[in-house]
Every structure is written in C-alpha cells, then in structure tokens.
C-alpha cells in the first residue's frame, strides 16, 4: 500500500492477447528531522503496472502530479541488456486504486461532465420522513428474498 504522487502520465498498451495494461510511477516522500535539527526530505520512486479495466481506469483519469492510493503485489522481472548483463525492475503490480485528489482540482482527473461537490459541508438533515412518490410501490420488508 502506498499513497504518492503520479510522476508521469500513465502509458496505456494492448498486448498481443488483447489485454490492456498501463504503467506509470508514484513518488512517496519522507521527511524527518536529523539529530542537528535539520528537516531532512527523501522521495522514492515506485513503478506501477495495472491489467485489465484498471489499466484504462488509470490510463483514462490519473495525470502527472495526482495524488493516488495504491495497493497491490511486488514483482521483479528480470531480462538481460544488449550488453548481455543481467537487470532487475522491481515493480508494484496494482490491484486497487483510488484517487485522492479533491474534485475539480488541476491535478486531479476528474470528467468535465462529472459535477463537482463539497463533502466538507453536511447534507442539511430533513426532519420529516420521506414520503413514496404517486407512481411508486411501497416495498415491503417480507417481499426482500434475502
């Protein structure tokens, strides 16, 4: 698990079996204070690949600089260069994914379609019980099949 900063558009390709896959990189940063006082800061860089809807889901709304939360599995691949030496990526294969940016942000990707709405204000509370509309059906708990 991890939450950062997209450092790249992500790059959205179809394999040859029809599968879609993205990739892209996160930053998560750390900062801390040393034993002289001084704020020290460190960003690390995480690899990502998505399969499948969550490779188009991350390809169609994640944009450089977006905040991100990410889970997923560790993998490291192996191939050998054209020097013919061995080289190593580990990356963060994505099983879930969720956006964190707020709505209408820059960073975030957000539909121009989508309407924006602020969740730091509470829904006023209507003090009467709602009341069936003329052409609707009262359910009835009995009628539930579970």
């Excluded at 990189?25 to 801390?32: G, Y």
């Excluded at 977006?66 to 691949?77: A, D, P």
Aim: hydrophobic share 35%.
């Amino acid at each position: 698990m991890i939450i950062g900063n997209v450092t790249r558009d992500p790059e959205v390709k179809t394999t040859p079996t029809g599968q879609n896959v993205a990739n892209f990189s996160v930053a998560t940063n750390l900062v801390w204070t040393d034993q002289s006082g001084k704020k020290q800061e460190k960003a690390e860089f995480h690899n990502i690949v998505a399969w499948r809807k969550l490779a188009d889901i991350c390809g169609q709304y994640l944009k450089k600089g977006s905040k991100v939360y990410l889970e997923g599995r560790l993998q490291t691949r192996s191939w050998d260069d054209q020097s013919g030496a061995k080289r190593y990526r580990t990356e963060i294969i994505a099983d879930n994914m969720i956006m964190l940016d707020k709505a209408g942000s820059s960073a975030g990707a957000r539909s121009q379609t989508a309407p924006a709405h602020d969740y730091s204000q509470p829904e006023p509370i209507n003090a009467e019980p709602a009341q069936p509309l003329p052409n609707e059906e009262e359910i009835n708990v009995d009628d539930i099949p579970f």
